[in-house]
């Protein structure tokens, strides 16, 4: 096929398509309550049916996100999106909770082989396209597309939730159109990627991490971790928190919340992208803290505005604490082994999203809502200020020998 796009407008249709896929990845959220409330499942059988999207992540993380290195970025890319419709489909056909599971699932192996295809093939093409350009700007468009899409999915299904009919099935058609129009957009990007002339056998995504930097990585991994929990937490029970303990059952609310928090978490890397690394790291941990503290108190002492406040200020510490563990992460590792490094990071990253939200939903069935998301949010409390400890902790002196 003649492409028919220059590098430059390629550039923006995978940054929208990248963006369409991130925001069908978190569509579901406003609409969890709607199923919990038509099928009568309890809230840990909802944060199954979550996690299942953060397990197709971790696996196409795992098994597909490095192939688009040999069979080329736009093929994968397409691929990814093509997952994305098949997910769709999945939701329309079987909205029952295996379905749900399976519809997750597959959303996420989508999700998972994009997010690094799109990334580099964005920088890629902005840098043929624009070659004077400053790379920052490749990364500002991918971070606005992935973190931007996670954040519109939501707020798109809470509005069509709330004023169009069939709210369990409008926003999945909407999507369907919308996947669909991607995939095609994609068809016509050119390609920035030469597949080796040889075969090269397949080989899942090698995971490693040096074993001199394993307690570095080890906090780094304990704030990303917080940090994933905290976006699990809005993407999963925070809805039904919302309709449950405050009584609050504007389904555009249970999307703008999720919104808001991932808004915050975009904006956030964006507007502070200057600051040092180490900067950002106090800056967001501080953030994560504060925002941490008021949804406990939200939890305890009901109040509306103060989970939303809550929530707007630790994502935006989200954001910048998710930032620096993965740069400290890749500062670990040498030129040849930053995939693997930053496949490890991810992974890990990737766990935090579904295991306590997991815990959160099991612990639900015997204890209320003002113990268990108070405990939450201390666990994930602890977890950031560990992380930034070590991660702030200046290096130990050499040590001199001494003449004896």
Known sequence: MNNKLSHAAGSWIVGAAFFITMAFGTLPTPLYALYQQRDGFSTFTLTVVFAGYAFGVMASLYLAGHLSDRLGRRRVALAAVLLELLSAGIFLLW?????????????????????????????????????????????????????????????????????????????????????????????LVPETVTPPAE???????????????????????????????????FTSVAPTFLSGTLHETSRVLAGAVPFAVFAAAALSQIVLSAMTVRNQLKLGTALMAAGLVAIAAAVVFPSLALFVVGGIVAGAGVGLVFRTSVASAASLATPDSRGEVLAAIFLVGYSGLSLPVMAIGLALLVFPTTVVLPAFALLALLGVLYSATRLLAPPPAPVVPTAV
């Open 95 to 187: 909205p029952e909770v295996p379905g749900l599971i399976l519809a997750r699932f597959v959303s996420g192996l989508g999700v998972g082989v994009i997010t690094a295809t799109a990334t580099a093939h964005v920088a890629e093409l902005r840098q043929l396209g624009r070659p004077g350009e400053h790379p920052r700007r490749a990364s500002m468009l991918s971070t606005a597309a992935n973190l931007g899409g996670l954040a519109v999915g939501p707020l798109i299904a809470g509005l069509l939730a709330q004023y169009v009919r069939s709210p369990l099935t409008t926003p999945y058609v909407v999507f369907v159109l919308l996947l669909a129009i991607s995939a095609l957009g994609l068809a």
């Open 199 to 233: 075969r090269v056998p397949y080989r899942p995504q090698r995971v490693s991490v040096p074993r001199e930097a394993r307690g570095t990585f080890l906090a780094a991994g304990a704030g990303v971790v917080s940090a994933f929990a905290i976006l699990g937490l």
